[in-house]
């Protein structure tokens, strides 16, 4: 006979959510943005959740004496690490934004660079998130990322999923490039 004790994952994972940054038992310092801003990190949450991180720290661990490791991610700035590792830490991504008459197009904008860092990262689950997030809201602005990252076949889904808002969006529209618009002519002539 197996008796099956559960606890509260969310109370868990929130409370993983207190060491983000957190000096405390961190083995990983992330260099990220152009300023290299220090953030503090743990080795076994950032490998379970990213195959990058996971190939990375296995490298830097069978090195005899190693005790921290230094990863340096100049192209990713500190507000979308810092939701990264919220994700990683507690399964969730908070995105604040403080200037409320930008709020939307400033949270598409975290969204985005968080769906780009989480593809190279390889974390595909918060990736997906990401694009769910995005698929609801700004059609223009998923089809730029997902064609950025040369992710074709999601850039194409984009165009033929949400055909009324791509016409409702002409300024989002007007900042695409000549390769964006003719990928989109493309897709709307087959």
């Known amino acids: 006979m197996t008796i099956h004790i559960y606890s509260d994952a969310d109370s868990i994972l929130s409370n993983q959510g207190i060491l983000i940054n957190n000096p405390k038992l961190s083995d990983v310092v992330l260099k990220v943005g152009v300023d290299a801003v220090h953030i ?52 969730k991504i908070e995105v604040c934004v403080n200037d409320v008459s930008r709020s939307q197009q400033m949270h598409d904008d975290i969204i985005s660079n968080v769906m780009e860092a989480a593809d190279y990262l390889d974390i595909p689950h918060l990736f997906n998130i990401c694009m769910n997030v995005l698929s609801q809201g700004n059609a223009v602005r998923l089809f730029k990322t997902c064609f950025t990252l040369a992710r074709l076949p999601l850039a194409y889904t984009c165009i033929k999923q949400f055909p009324v808002s791509w016409i409702e969006d002409l300024d989002s529209l007007a900042s695409l490039s000549e390769d964006m618009i003719r990928c989109i002519v493309l897709s709307v002539k087959d």
Request: no cysteine.
């Open 40 to 91: 503090n990190a743990h080795s076994i949450l950032l490998a379970s959740q990213s195959s990058y991180y996971s190939a990375a720290l296995d490298k830097h661990w069978n090195q005899d004496g190693v005790k921290s490791v230094v990863l340096s991610h100049p192209d990713i700035q500190e507000d979308v690490m810092m939701a990264i590792l919220g994700f990683i830490y507690t399964g």
